[in-house]
Antibody, heavy 120, light 108 residues
Framework: EVQLVESGGGLVKPGGSLRLSCAAS????????MNWVRQAPGKGLEWVSS????????YYTDSVKGRFSISRDNAKNSVYLQMNSLRAEDTGVYHC?????????????WGQGTLLTVSS | SYVLTQPPSVSVAPGQTARITCGGS??????VHWYQQKPGQAPVLVVY???DRPSGIPERFSGSNSGNTATLTISRVGAGDEADYYC???????????FGTGTKVTVL
C-alpha cells in the first residue's frame, strides 16, 4: 500500500521559515517525480513544486520562486519543502504527491497533508 | 499562464448523469486528468489521460476531451459522489502543472 506521510506543519509568523517533510513507502520512490500541492482554506488545489526522480529537474509555481526550495533523499524515501519568507497567503494544507509513473503528467497518490498557518 | 475553467457547481438527481466541464484554449491537444476530493480528505485520481481510469475507480466515471473542453461524466450518480472535482493538465514546455477552478457536485 502506498503511503505518503507529511510532517512539519504549524503556526509561523510572517517572514518566518519552516521545513516540511514527506516520508514515502509502498512504491519505488527513486523512480517517481514528487510534488507538493497546497490548498488554502476553502479554496482550490494549487501545485507548488515538483522534483524529478534524480533531482535533475525542479520547478516552482511563480508565487513561491525564490522563497521555497524542494529537495529529496532517495536513500530515505523522503521529499522536503523548505519554505522561507512566509506570507499569509501561503497558509493552507500542503500535500505530498507522487507523480505518474511515466511522464509525471498527473498526480497518482496523495498524502493527507500537513497544515501551515502563517499569522502574527 | 494557462487557465482551466470549471463551473462552480453542478447539481444532479440520484441515478442521473453529472457532466463536469473543464475549459481551456485548445485543451483537446493536451492530456487532462481529474480528481475527486471529499470533505476533509485528500484528492483521489479518478480519470487520467483524458479517459483512462485507475484501478478501483468505477466504470461510472468516464472522461472525454476535444476542442476547447474536457468533460468528466459520472453516470448513475449516488450520494457517495458528492465531492469537489478538479481537472488538471501539465504543460510540458514549462514543466508547470495547472488545476482547474474546481466544481462542487451536489446530489439532490
Amino acid at each position: 500500500e502506498v503511503q505518503l506521510v507529511e510532517s512539519g506543519g504549524g503556526l509561523v509568523k510572517p517572514g518566518g521559515s519552516l521545513r516540511l517533510s514527506c516520508a514515502a513507502s509502498g512504491f519505488t520512490f527513486s523512480t517517481h517525480t514528487m510534488n507538493w500541492v497546497r490548498q488554502a482554506p476553502g479554496k482550490g488545489l494549487e501545485w507548488v513544486s515538483s522534483i524529478s526522480a534524480s533531482s535533475t529537474y525542479i520547478y516552482y509555481t511563480d508565487s513561491v520562486k525564490g522563497r521555497f526550495s524542494i529537495s529529496r533523499d532517495n536513500a530515505k524515501n523522503s521529499v522536503y519543502l523548505q519554505m522561507n519568507s512566509l506570507r499569509a497567503e501561503d497558509t493552507g494544507v500542503y500535500h505530498c504527491v507522487s507523480g505518474s509513473p511515466i511522464g509525471a503528467e498527473y498526480f497518482q497518490h496523495w498524502g493527507q497533508g500537513t497544515l501551515l498557518t502563517v499569522s502574527s | 499562464s494557462y487557465v482551466l475553467t470549471q463551473p462552480p457547481s453542478v447539481s444532479v438527481a440520484p441515478g442521473q448523469t453529472a457532466r463536469i466541464t473543464c475549459g481551456g484554449s485548445s485543451i483537446g491537444s493536451k492530456s487532462v486528468h481529474w480528481y475527486q476530493q471529499k470533505p476533509g480528505q485528500a484528492p483521489v485520481l479518478v480519470v487520467y489521460d483524458d479517459s483512462d481510469r485507475p484501478s478501483g475507480i468505477p466504470e461510472r466515471f468516464s472522461g472525454s476531451n476535444s476542442g476547447n473542453t474536457a468533460t468528466l461524466t459520472i453516470s448513475r450518480v449516488g450520494a457517495g459522489d458528492e465531492a469537489d472535482y478538479y481537472c488538471q493538465m501539465w504543460d510540458s514546455y514549462s514543466g508547470l502543472y495547472v488545476f482547474g477552478t474546481g466544481t462542487k457536485v451536489t446530489v439532490l
